[in-house]
C-alpha cells in the first residue's frame, strides 16, 4: 500500500532526534510493550510480515502523532483482535471489571526462545531459479500493490543494477496475508543518487535497496 | 477525566499497558516472568558490545575479516551473537574510498544480534525520510564531514537482510590489544553515522 509508512525521500520531518546516552527503553512500559510482542509472536499466530502490514494500516494522522512503542502498542492490540486472541471489548473494559479465565498456559521464556529461532531466518532453502545475476541492469516496476509490499515508492520506475544476489527468500507480499512463502530470488539492487533524486543530487553516491524478482524488470 | 485510582499518577498510554498486559496474563497468553526475562536480555545483555567484539576481531584477524565480508551471518554467528529475528547479516566495508550506512525507510530494521535495539534516532521519521535522499546532510548533523571523494552507499534494509558496518580502523591503533580495539568501536559507526577516528567524543552512542 502507498502507507504514510513509506517514508523514504519525504520532506519536513526536521533534523534526527539525537541524543546522547540514550537509555535502550525510554519507560518501564516501552519495554513492556516491546516484551509482550515477543511472547505473543511465539503462539504464530501471525508472522513479522502481517505485523508489519498491521501497523501500516494505522489511521496515518495517528501513525504519525504516535510514539514508536505507541504504534506497537496499538498494532498489538490489532493483531490480537484481528487473530481472536482477545475481543475489542475486552481490551475497552477497565480491569477492575472484566472477568476473565485462564484460557491455556502461557508459554515460558524457552518455549518462546526455540519458537523464535524456527522463525528468525526469511531464507528459503529451495532450488529457485534466480531471474537475473550481479551486473544486470533492472527496473524496479512501477506497481502499487494496495496491500503489503516492500517495494518503496521512491525506487519505482527507476533503473538500477544488481549488486549481489542475497539468495531464496520468503516473499513478504504474499506472507503478509497467509497467502504462501512465494519463495524467490532476492538481490541487493543498486542506484545512483542522481537515478533517483535527479540531476541536483550527489554525482557519485549510491543507493542500495533490497528486491525480490516480483519488483524487477528487464529495463 | 475517569478515576484511575492506584494509577492516577500514570499516562494514558501507561494505564493502556498495564490493562493489556493484565488482560494477556489473565487469560494465560503471557507469563509476566518471561517478559521480565525479555526486557532483561535486551536491557543488559543484547547490545553494541556484541558488534564491537565483531570488529574487533576483524582489526586483529585477516581471516576472520575476510570471512565476515564474506558471509556475515556465520562469522558473526561463530562468536555465538545469534539474533531472534533478522537472522541474515551482511557486513558492508567503509575505507578510504567508499563510506556506508544504513536505513530502513519502512519501518526500523535493525542488526538485533549485533547492535541490540536500534536508537530512537534510527526509528525516527527523519532518519528514515532523509538517509537516501540527502546522506551527506544526515551525516553532517552527527558532525560527520564527508569529503567530496569519498562515495557514500546507503544501505536500505527492506527485507529480511540485516546491514552492519565494518569501520576503519583508526591509525595509530595497530598495537592495541583486542579488548583495547573493541573500546573503540561505537554503535553508530557500525549504523555508518559516525567515521571513527574523525571526531572523538561526539555520539559515542553507547546507550
Known amino acids: ?219 | 477525566m475517569p478515576d484511575h485510582a492506584p494509577h492516577s499518577h500514570l499516562s494514558d498510554t501507561e494505564l493502556r499497558v498495564l490493562a493489556l498486559e493484565s488482560l494477556l496474563a489473565d487469560k494465560g497468553l503471557v507469563d509476566p516472568a518471561a517478559l521480565d526475562a525479555i526486557v532483561d536480555t535486551y536491557e543488559n545483555k543484547v547490545g553494541p558490545r556484541n558488534g564491537a567484539r565483531v570488529v574487533a576481531r576483524a582489526w586483529v584477524d585477516e581471516d576472520f575479516r575476510q570471512w565476515l565480508l564474506r558471509d556475515g551471518t556465520a562469522a558473526i554467528d561463530s562468536l555465538g551473537y545469534v539474533s531472534t529475528q533478522g537472522a541474515d547479516i551482511v557486513v558492508l566495508e567503509n575505507t578510504a574510498t567508499v563510506h556506508n550506512m544504513t536505513v530502513c525507510t519502512l519501518c526500523s530494521c535493525y542488526p538485533w544480534a549485533v547492535l541490540g535495539l536500534p536508537p530512537a534516532w534510527y526509528k525516527s521519521f527523519a532518519y528514515r525520510a532523509r538517509a537516501v535522499k540527502d546522506p551527506r546532510g544526515v551525516l553532517a548533523e552527527f558532525g560527520q564531514v564527508i569529503p567530496a571523494e569519498l562515495e557514500v552507499r546507503v544501505w536500505d534494509s527492506t527485507a529480511e537482510v540485516r546491514y552492519m558496518i565494518l569501520p576503519q580502523q583508526p591509525p595509530g591503533t595497530e598495537a592495541l590489544s583486542e579488548d583495547a580495539l573493541a573500546d573503540l568501536v561505537t554503535r553508530n559507526a557500525m549504523i555508518g553515522t559516525e567515521r571513527l577516528g574523525q571526531d572523538r567524543g561526539h555520539g559515542l552512542g553507547r546507550g
Do not use: C
Request: hydrophobic share 35%; aromatic share 10%.
Open chain 1, 1 to 219: 500500500m502507498d502507507g504514510i509508512h513509506d517514508m523514504g525521500g519525504m520532506d519536513g520531518f526536521g533534523p534526527i532526534p539525537i541524543e546522547q546516552n540514550e537509555s535502550v527503553f525510554h519507560a518501564p512500559w516501552e519495554g513492556r510493550v516491546w516484551a509482550l510482542n515477543t511472547a505473543l509472536g511465539a503462539w504464530g499466530k501471525w508472522n513479522i510480515d502481517a505485523g508489519r502490514y498491521t501497523l501500516e494500516q494505522l489511521d496515518p494522522a495517528l501513525y504519525l502523532s504516535s510514539s514508536y512503542y505507541q504504534r506497537w502498542l496499538y498494532r498489538t492490540e490489532n493483531m490480537l483482535v484481528d487473530h481472536d486472541m482477545v475481543s475489542r471489548s475486552e481490551l475497552e473494559t477497565p480491569p477492575e471489571e472484566r472477568r476473565v479465565t485462564a484460557e491455556r498456559e502461557p508459554l515460558p521464556l524457552d518455549e518462546i526462545l526455540v519458537r523464535q529461532r524456527k522463525t528468525r531466518s526469511a531464507r528459503v532453502h529451495e532450488d529457485i531459479p534466480a531471474a537475473f545475476q550481479a551486473g544486470d541492469r533492472v527496473r524496479a516496476r512501477n506497481i502499487h500493490p494496495t496491500g503489503h509490499t516492500r517495494i518503496p515508492r521512491y525506487v519505482r520506475g527507476r533503473v538500477g543494477v544488481i549488486d549481489r544476489d542475497h539468495g531464496v527468500f520468503i516473499f513478504p507480499d504474499t506472507h503478509a496475508v497467509f497467502a504462501g512463502n512465494k519463495p524467490q530470488h532476492l538481490y541487493s539492487v543498486r542506484f545512483t543518487a542522481r537515478e533517483l533524486w535527479g540531476p541536483d543530487a550527489d554525482p557519485g553516491d549510491k543507493i542500495y535497496v533490497d528486491m525480490w524478482d516480483d519488483y524487477l524488470e528487464v529495463p
